[in-house]
């Protein structure tokens, strides 16, 4: 049996035991994106198919970095960091080139752990869109840079002065993506095999940034590939002795780097319900609800979508990324892009995400408002048309400037509580506002050329 094929418990016992390797790669995305996992034995592995497994809460209890949140409820010192339950997802059955062909395989937080773990997010906005007759369809789309360094030379040179894979700005480069295809080979070979089917894969506009377009799919497969592309694109970079960076801005003179997302909604006959011929862009009416409902919640969620202090490096005017809740009818200035198209292609971009956002997260964000709009019957306030960012701003438009501010408006957020449920809002926010305040400790090179003489 392939892997891709299995689909139940049963299916997983199968193949597990017909493997020779003695243990089995497990994983679970964390609050930011990042995989956790280990490696388990094929008994205890075969014994958490039909029972799951413990796996310590602390997983959801601590920053990228490993340090301890001291202002979530969830987890902490007060509770003793307990096992939380999880269980394996059969049909994410994957194998990893990188390892021989190893299986691996994701797994989610369940019990309370679930009402704050990010895929477990996504499912509950996902049954909230089902129930209202909708199947939504989304792509990812990612830019990042590429080094020819290692996680030991970056930190030698701190970060600075670091040697790209290529120079210069040279986007679409024929002459980049053949002198380096062995390494644009080797991303998309291993993507393949891990069913992270790739629709483009070209040289950026930038030193060393690439840029993949993952194949569209059913919303939650479109996440668990986003966020296992982007795991798996920097173990796949490590291995050639380069590093990969997914960074919103990771530096003052250069263009960030996105995670736009491509949706669409269908109904439940397989039907495009964002599509109508008779409107001069085929926007229906729900679509036009739909985005409305975005463009008003935007502010709201941008924490969701916006998660770390470097993302607000990013949303600054002429870097190509939004700066206020803007849409616009195939305008890349602007938040939301409508594409005009046939049944088949009609659909909007979220541009205002970048690519450090977690997918589940990001994407819960952009449907849930989404759904809040149809529900509410929301209507567009402005087609933007030429530049955005000469555009004026509607103060209701406009965006947060700071993680913390964000944060706050998440916390206060009608809509973000009834859609997600208190327990996220509450973990969540408090994680980025102990990111702000882990940042507010630093010390940065500016400030010390500033004040250190001077003042």
Not at 209 to 219: F, G, K, N, P
Not at 319 to 330: E, K, L, R, Y
Request: proline share 5%; hydrophobic share 40%.
């Amino acid at each position: 049996m392939n892997p891709r094929e299995i689909q139940t418990t049963a299916d997983a016992r199968k193949m597990v035991e017909n493997q020779s390797a003695s243990h089995v790669k497990v994983g679970v995305f964390d609050i930011d994106g990042i995989l956790r996992g280990k490696y388990m034995s094929k008994q205890k592995f075969l014994s958490a198919l039909d029972d799951g497994f413990g796996f310590c809460d602390v997983v959801l209890g601590w920053d990228m970095k490993d340090q301890l949140y001291d202002n979530t409820q969830y987890t902490g010192w007060h509770t003793g960091y307990p096992d939380a339950s999880v269980e394996i997802i059969p049909e994410s059955c994957r194998v990893m080139p990188m390892e021989g062909n190893d299986l691996f395989f994701m797994a989610q937080f369940t019990g309370e752990a679930e009402a704050i773990c990010p895929r477990g997010l996504l499912k509950r906005v996902l049954k909230k869109a089902k129930d209202m007759g909708f199947d939504v369809l989304a792509g990812f789309e990612y830019e990042f840079f590429v080094f020819d360094e290692t996680p030991q030379s970056v930190r030698e040179k701190s970060f600075k002065n670091l040697t790209p894979m290529a120079p210069g700005d040279f986007g679409y480069s024929v002459i980049r993506n053949t002198t380096h295809e062995s390494t644009y080979k080797n991303l998309l070979s291993v993507c393949e095999a891990m069913d992270i089917p790739i629709e483009g894969l070209h040289e950026e506009t930038g030193p060393g940034v690439m840029e993949a377009a993952i194949t569209y799919d059913r919303a939650l497969n479109a996440a668990d590939k986003a966020n296992l592309f982007k795991t798996f694109t920097k173990i796949a970079m490590q291995k050639e002795g380069k590093m990969a960076t997914f960074m919103a801005r990771f530096h003052d003179q250069l263009p960030g780097q996105s995670g736009h997302i491509h949706l669409s909604l269908k109904g439940t006959q397989g039907k495009s319900l964002f599509y109508d011929n008779q409107d001069p862009h085929n926007m229906s009416d729900l679509m036009k609800n739909f985005v409305a409902g975005q463009q008003a919640l935007m502010p709201q969620l941008l924490s969701m979508i916006a998660p770390t202090i470097n993302s607000y490096r990013r949303l600054i005017p002429g870097f190509w990324a939004p700066t206020q809740a803007s849409v616009g009818i195939d305008n890349r200035t602007c938040a939301i892009r409508i594409i005009p198209g046939n049944e088949k292609s009609q659909r909007l971009e979220y541009r205002i995400g970048a690519a450090d956002a977690n997918p589940y997260v990001i994407l819960s964000a952009v449907i849930a408002s989404g759904l809040w709009g149809v529900e509410n019957k929301s209507q567009l306030k402005q087609l933007i048309t030429g530049n955005a960012y000469d555009q004026p701003i509607n103060p209701e438009h406009k965006l947060p400037e700071t993680l913390w501010d964000a944060a706050q408006l998440l916390k206060n957020s009608k809509m973000a509580r009834d859609y997600f449920g208190d327990a996220f809002v509450d973990h969540f926010a408090a994680t980025r506002e102990w990111e702000e305040r882990e940042y507010r400790k630093h010390i940065s090179q500016w400030e010390l050329e500033r004040y250190f003489e001077i003042i």
